[in-house]
């Protein structure tokens, strides 16, 4: 298996508060990528990355924003949690040679309550 | 930009009998076409994949896909399945020059003893 780690797990959050869910490879792969899942949605992607610091929008990335300081970390922040955002959140990684074939985590269960 | 619908959202089955969960995609330009498999609370795994050469795809657990480009399809078949294969399907597509994939809805396979 991909070497991908989410944390955390699981979180409850309340409305309004902040929050940053982080995905770490050891697979030293150049592109990174979060999604979302939702029932009858299948995954949809929010933002990805390309290498360190180079980051784009994917197709539902309002109310969200991503960071890469480092080749193995990238996170993403929720500004200001809304109850649309309560998802199942996934990291998943790709490699420069077949950049189409992506390796994902084991996902996030957030709750805005 | 592509799309991709899987045709049932459920299909329950008996064990030992076969399956077949149906993709259908569109794109103007030439895609890559991908299965993935998601057990409960897990991460998405990659089931298999046509990238080019025989349209007739398989992977090791006994699925297999047949890409027909006339129909623009990428059906996931399997002529016998286990109470194992309980899991969600995910059908895929990314353009051969680019790393983003579109997913279907998801597709759950439900079988019973």
């Known amino acids: 298996d991909a070497g991908i780690t989410q944390s955390p797990r699981h979180k409850v959050t309340e409305t309004g508060t902040p929050v940053t869910l982080r995905c770490h490879q050891t697979?030293?792969?150049?592109?990174m990528y979060w999604y979302r899942q939702d029932p009858g949605h299948g995954l949809r992607l929010i933002h990805y990355?390309?290498?360190?610091?180079?980051?784009d929008k994917g197709e539902v990335s309002d109310g969200y924003s991503v960071s890469r300081s480092k080749t193995e970390d990238f996170l993403l922040t929720l500004e200001s949690a809304t109850s649309s955002q309560t998802s199942v959140y996934f990291c998943a990684i790709s490699d420069w040679q077949s950049s189409y074939e992506q390796y994902f985590g084991p996902g996030t269960r957030l709750t805005v309550t | 930009a592509q799309s991709v619908t899987q045709l049932d959202s459920q299909v329950p089955v008996f064990e030992e009998a076969p399956v077949e969960l149906r993709c259908n995609y569109s794109?103007?330009?030439?895609?890559?076409l991908f299965w993935y498999v998601q057990y409960p609370n897990q991460g998405l795994q990659l089931l298999l994949k046509y990238l080019s050469g025989s349209t007739l795809v398989e992977s090791i657990n006994g699925f297999e896909a047949e890409f027909n480009k006339s129909q623009t399809s990428f059906h996931l078949r399997k002529p016998s399945v286990h109470i194992s294969d309980t899991a969600e399907y995910f059908c895929?597509?990314?353009?051969?020059?680019?790393?983003?994939?579109?997913f279907g809805e998801g597709t759950q396979l439900t079988v019973n003893p």
């Open positions: 990355s390309y290498g360190v610091k180079d980051t």
């Open positions: 697979e030293n792969h150049r592109y």
């Open positions: 895929a597509a990314c353009e051969t020059s680019g790393s983003r994939l579109t």
């Open positions: 794109s103007s330009v030439s895609v890559y």
